[in-house]
């Protein structure tokens, strides 16, 4: 996959794919938003009342031109069609927990048609799991096939491009 070379408001030519991200107050949508715009992280926690969106665009070999990638945290009043979602559930449940969290937030996604759901397992620096039980966990969700899992921090800044460069090659592959 490309390097992104371009951070900002004004998206290029090309695709443009609509992530959304849907969880519970305090899971680290935010976090994940603010990473994935400026890289930064703020340790003082404010809710988002809005739904909020940043804009990258990324030259992609596989996409042969560049595409642009909105990330949304939906908060309501979703107006605008998402073309996948993912979940945020914070890595200090157990799996039990992260079962039924995660029948809730697909339900929602289900409202809301959003075709392609994926799963962050977030604050990985407060919790026990690590990236090797992604597989575990998606297993246990009974996920399909085109779905994932992501084990993140972004207080630590781990797996956060990993995974949004895996959720579109998801979404490149069902164009
Ligand atoms: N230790 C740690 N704290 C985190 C991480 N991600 C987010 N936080 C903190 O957890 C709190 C909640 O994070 P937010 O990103 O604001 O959560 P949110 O899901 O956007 O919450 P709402 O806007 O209310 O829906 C904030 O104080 C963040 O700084 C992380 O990876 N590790
Ligand atoms: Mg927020």
Redo the contacts with the bound molecule.
């Keep these: 996959m490309g390097n992104c070379f371009k951070s900002g408001t004004k998206p290029y030519e090309g695709f443009t794919f609509k992530i959304g ?1 849907l ?12 990473r994935f715009s400026s890289n930064s ?9 809005k739904n909020i969106v940043a804009v990258k665009s990324y030259v992609l070999d596989e996409a042969n031109g560049v595409m642009t990638l909105e990330l949304w ?1 939906l ?1 309501n009043n979703l107006t605008v069609p998402m073309d996948a979602a993912i979940i ?1 559930i914070e890595s200090t449940y157990s799996i039990e927990e992260i079962q039924d969290i995660y029948k809730d937030w697909l339900d929602q996604a289900r409202k809301l048609s959003i075709p392609q759901v994926h799963v962050a397992i ?5 919790g026990t799991y690590t990236e090797q039980d992604a597989e575990k966990i998606r297993s246990a969700l009974g996920m399909s096939s085109d779905s994932r899992v992501f084990v ?5 800044n ?1 797996g956060i491009t990993k995974m949004m460069k895996s959720v579109l090659s998801a979404l490149i592959r069902k164009k």
């Design positions: 991200l969880g519970r107050s305090s899971t680290g949508k935010t976090a994940i938003v603010n992280f703020n340790p003082n926690y404010t809710h988002t009342r945290e908060q945020t977030t604050m990985s620096d407060l993140i921090s972004a207080s630590s781990t």
